[in-house]
């Protein structure tokens, strides 16, 4: 008897990502501009077309466009070869930071970084896209993680919380209003951020309790980077800076790893 199952979650979040994109040229502007986004896309495909060749993986095109749909909807700079050059090391940090075959670091996610350390001339979207649209995509993207194959949910629910906490703990202590860090939740960037990265299940800990430690602790470095260190894109800085913990916490509480598919595993994802 033939089970049904989940599609691959990708599907989902190429939709999501795309649909985002699509709002943002057709009815509300959140800064993102076809050619710049265009170039983004293209350079994640192109890479991952040359690194599959290279190393002889099978071309995998989808967890490469949602790369480059994230880079489109976070990036913004003052030069289109930027956008070139963070799809590229994106894509070809997938192929080289990889140990027991997990990406170290979210491939987007690295990327911005090592962009707003090298160049003056980059940065990441405000990504305030109003109430309306931010509950609609915080639905939808929701959705996303809870029908998708990839089951990674509970992470981005608990980062999401563990944010909230801290902005609210800190208003209070400040005796600043509830609508202060009400507004700064409502933030598109911090979406995209919570359920397209920290989410990741290729770089997320194998078990359900090393996502809880890891969610919590990226939110808590980040807050301490964003109101202590004045670090304002603190979110990327502190994924990144804490993504190696993964590898420790998946040797002390170990899980199930994570894959698309056996088919996908046989290539990079």
């Known amino acids: 008897m033939k089970t049904w199952s989940l599609p691959d979650a990708r599907y989902f979040q190429i939709g999501a990502l795309g649909a985002l994109l699509t709002l943002n040229f057709a009815l509300i502007d959140f800064g993102a501009r076809p050619l710049p986004s265009a170039i983004a896309i293209g350079a994640t495909l192109l890479t991952q077309?040359?690194?599959?060749?290279?190393?002889?993986?099978?071309f995998d095109w989808r967890s490469a466009l949602i790369t480059g749909l994230s880079l489109s909807l976070l990036l913004r700079a003052d030069a289109l070869w930027l956008y070139a050059?963070?799809?590229?090391?994106?894509?070809?940090?997938?192929?080289?930071?990889?140990?027991?075959?997990?990406?170290?670091?979210?491939?987007?996610?690295?990327?911005?970084?090592?962009?707003?350390?090298?160049?003056?001339?980059?940065?990441?979207?405000?990504?305030?896209?109003?109430?309306?649209?931010?509950?609609?995509a915080l639905t939808g993207c929701f959705a996303v993680l809870v029908l998708s194959a990839a089951r990674r949910a509970?992470?981005?629910?608990?980062?999401?919380?563990?944010?909230?906490?801290?902005?609210?703990?800190?208003?209070?202590?400040?005796?600043?209003?509830?609508?202060?860090?009400?507004?700064?939740?409502?933030?598109?960037?911090?979406l995209i951020f919570t359920f397209f990265m920290i989410s990741d299940p290729r770089t997320a800990p194998d078990s359900v309790l090393g996502r809880f430690l890891f969610a919590f602790a990226v939110a808590a470095?980040?807050?301490?980077?964003?109101?202590?260190?004045?670090?304002?894109?603190?979110?990327?800085?502190?994924?990144?800076?804490?993504?190696?913990?993964?590898?420790?916490?998946?040797?002390?509480?170990?899980?199930?790893?994570?894959?698309?598919?056996?088919?996908?595993?046989?290539?990079?994802?």
């Open 154 to 190: 509970d992470i981005a629910i608990f980062f999401f919380l563990s944010h909230a906490v801290l902005l609210f703990a800190r208003a209070h202590w400040l005796g600043d209003p509830l609508a202060i860090p009400a507004h700064q939740l409502q933030s598109g960037s911090l």
């Open 49 to 58: 077309f040359l690194c599959a060749r290279i190393t002889g993986a099978k």
């Open 85 to 136: 050059a963070a799809g590229a090391i994106a894509i070809s940090s997938k192929f080289v930071l990889r140990i027991d075959g997990k990406h170290i670091f979210n491939p987007a996610g690295l990327a911005i970084v090592i962009l707003l350390l090298a160049t003056n001339g980059a940065w990441i979207s405000p990504g305030q896209w109003g109430t309306e649209i931010w509950f609609a």
């Open 221 to 269: 470095l980040a807050h301490y980077m964003a109101f202590f260190m004045q670090m304002r894109p603190a979110l990327y800085f502190a994924l990144i800076l804490l993504s190696p913990l993964t590898l420790l916490i998946d040797r002390l509480i170990p899980a199930q790893r994570f894959s698309w598919s056996a088919r996908a595993a046989q290539g990079v994802s």
